[in-house]
């Protein structure tokens, strides 16, 4: 009963972190619009039916019942035709019409120059960056917060177990028998729990490898120095040899063709490091966070190979890819799976919901600035458009050709959308028939 109330609440606090992150999505474009004279009549969270709404001077603020995203109406969002051209004979003209008379029931005397088209091509892309760029902050602060507060999962100098014998540095569960080499560690008499804290007088820090100075010098004896219960404990040590399984390049256990671990020779004493949550330095935390905002956009331009692997994986016997494209009910299963974990800490709980959300916002960031309508990207490359071809026409000193006529992208929005439900809902299926193992 307690997991799965703890497994709803882990839902929740994703639903309502989702929602505050849209909401601000929402006010970054809000607030340039405003200030740069746009009409707004409507702010939202969510679509459907009104939980809740209130007016504030002229834009109504609401809440709607199914909270998968959010809207602003601005006025005038896309330009009349250009005199002399007439919609009604282009290919989907019914798509382009619309586009144009959005959003007409709202306008009112007044709203003549308050129009979002009437607005110089800089100032139409500051409104809609705005959006991405404030989910892109938002997952920066928290996960850099994350990282700097409390800390990232690192190997420690703690020995998490010694290693008895030379047969279980190849094999962890083969048992040790009376003719196995013990390891340098055994014989000098290491014990799960003992923190290093010193080599041959010098100290060393909890994350630095500072045991490559034993296993670099085999057959050296070495002065250990460990914290084991809170007094410190000083033990020789001498590195030995043998021919032992290994990593290669990539970082991957270096295996024979029938699967079997490659053995080579290499230094070693027989211990197994721990590991625990270390708090890092705010710059690398950043930086970090910024690695991961380019990892993200990476994820994005493979999305759709992503989408048609994993519907691939309901009906062949290759396991799902763990890092491949998940639906919101993905990711409200692992939020859920996070707060439901018994063996978790509070701090690493809080942790991952801080990585969760935030790695929305940097997905939320990345997704919308894809160059198409109807995503923020797509108006924003009509502003970068426009800009370009006024500049070519400047050059060629032909006559300024006005603003861009984004309405005529109308029916690639109408296509995109429909695009972007099917892969929702198919993803949905996915999560819901072969989630993902967490």
């Known amino acids: 009963m307690t997991e799965t109330l703890l497994y709803i609440a882990g839902v929740a606090i994703l639903i309502l972190g989702l929602a505050l992150s849209i909401g601000l999505h929402e006010f970054g474009h809000l607030i340039p619009a405003k200030l740069f004279g746009v009409r707004v009549p409507h702010w939202a969270i969510g679509f459907g039916p009104k939980l809740f709404s209130k007016k504030i001077g002229e834009t109504e603020y609401s809440v709607r019942a199914i909270p998968l995203g959010g809207f602003i109406t601005l006025i005038g969002m896309y330009p009349p035709a250009k005199p002399g051209k007439d919609d009604t004979k282009r290919w989907f003209s019914s798509s382009i019409i619309s586009a144009r008379n959005a959003h007409q029931e709202h306008e009112q005397p007044g709203d003549e120059n308050r129009k979002f088209y009437q607005l110089s091509a800089w100032k139409r892309i500051v409104v809609m960056f705005g959006g991405p760029f404030t989910n892109l902050v938002i997952g920066l602060v928290l996960i850099t917060t994350a990282i700097s507060g409390l800390g990232q999962n690192q190997r420690v100098n703690v020995f ?248 005529l992208m109308a029916p690639v929005a109408t296509a995109m959308f429909l695009l972007l439900l099917a892969a929702g809902l198919a993803m949905i299926i996915v999560d819901l028939v072969n989630p993902l193992k967490l």
């Open 160 to 407: 998490a177990s010694v290693v008895e014998c030379q047969s279980q540095m190849i094999d962890q569960s083969a048992a040790c028998s009376s003719s196995d080499v013990r390891t340098p560690a055994a014989l000098a008499g290491f014990k799960s729990g003992d923190k290093l804290i010193a080599i041959d007088g010098n100290r060393v820090n909890m994350t630095e490898d500072a045991i490559l100075a034993v296993t670099e010098l085999p057959l050296v004896s070495h002065k250990l120095t460990v914290d084991r219960n809170g007094k410190p404990v000083e033990l020789s040590i001498t590195a030995a040899q043998a021919r032992l399984p290994y990593v290669d390049s990539s970082g991957n256990m270096a295996l024979n063709a029938d699967g079997s671990p490659k053995l080579k020779l290499r230094p070693y004493i027989g211990v197994q490091w721990s590991s625990q949550r270390v708090p890092v330095e705010a710059g690398k935390a950043f930086g970090t966070s910024v690695a991961m905002t380019g990892q993200t956009l990476g994820l994005i331009v493979q999305f759709p190979s992503q989408v048609f692997n994993s519907i691939s994986s309901l009906f062949g016997s290759q396991a799902r890819n763990p890092n491949g494209a998940v639906s919101i009910v993905g990711v409200g299963q692992a939020a859920g799976a996070i707060a439901s974990n018994s063996s978790a800490s509070f701090g690493d709980r809080l942790l991952m919901n801080l990585y969760l959300i935030g790695s929305l916002n940097l997905a939320l960031f990345a997704f919308n600035m894809i160059p198409l309508p109807p995503l923020d990207g797509g108006h924003i490359a009509g502003g970068v458009y426009e800009y370009l071809k006024r500049g070519v026409f400047r050059l060629l000193g032909k006559k300024d050709p006005g603003i861009a006529d984004t309405a």
